[in-house]
């Protein structure tokens, strides 16, 4: 399966400001998403980050609010803009080879905004 | 919309003893339904999944079943050990996409 470099980690924000999460696969992938889970729920998708074109949102998700680039198979960002104490939560990437193939998650990125 | 119900969302065996968790879904054009471990501060990782065109699928001691009819799949772990302590998340496709939609989880505890 795909290994996938995820950064950060983790962060620490002020609120009103942005962060950008990066999501670097060792191979080329058809899929990638962006998911958002909430401490102790379950996992949100955000959008679908379409290769050479605008990313397709989910209900409830704004491109404003979470613009995604992913410039080529490999590679793709999401970030967080305009900051709310809300938007603390673990950012996961994840890549998928085929339909019903199953995903690989990246890492995480655990957020807090203060 | 779409909705995957899962149960319980906790469960606690003792060690050796069986677990079960079911999950319910709502579209009837969902045809692939993977499983989730996800251990505390770590990445969920697929365990096992299942295709709509086959009732069961098992590997070693976990085991996924699906009724398409009754729209509901299970996940069977059998001999549980410590190490199987996590959240697990069930997850179905929307319609034949290749999106999914995930339960709320089951945090199980297995018990020394």
């Known amino acids: 399966s795909a290994v996938i470099s995820q950064k950060p980690s983790r962060d620490i924000c002020q609120r009103g400001t942005s962060l950008t999460i990066q999501c670097q696969v060792d191979s080329q992938v058809t899929m990638m998403f962006w998911y958002r889970q909430q401490p102790g729920q379950s996992l949100t998708l955000i959008a679908t980050a379409n290769q050479g074109s605008e990313a397709t949102y989910e209900s409830g998700f704004v491109i404003d609010k979470f613009p995604i680039s992913r410039p080529n198979l490999t590679f793709s960002t999401l970030t967080v803009s305009n900051m709310s104490p809300e938007d603390s939560s673990i950012y996961l990437c994840?890549?998928?080879?085929?339909?019903?193939?199953?995903?690989?998650f990246g890492s995480g990125t655990r957020l807090t905004v203060v | 919309g779409e909705n995957v119900e899962q149960h319980p969302s906790t469960l606690s065996v003792q060690e050796g003893d069986s677990a079960v968790i079911k999950c319910t879904y709502s579209d009837s054009a969902s045809n692939y339904f993977p499983w989730y471990k996800q251990e505390l501060g770590k990445r969920p990782q697929l365990i096992i999944d299942i295709r709509s065109n086959v009732g069961e699928k098992k590997d070693q001691r976990i085991a996924v079943t699906l009724n398409k009819t009754a729209k509901h799949f299970s996940l069977h772990i059998t001999e549980t050990q410590p190490e199987d302590s996590a959240v697990y998340f069930c997850?179905?496709?929307?319609?034949?996409?290749?999106?999914?939609?995930f339960g709320t989880g089951t945090r199980l505890k297995v018990l020394a």
């Open positions: 997850a179905a496709s929307i319609g034949g996409t290749y999106k999914y939609i």
């Open positions: 994840s890549v998928g080879t085929g339909v019903n193939n199953g995903y690989t």
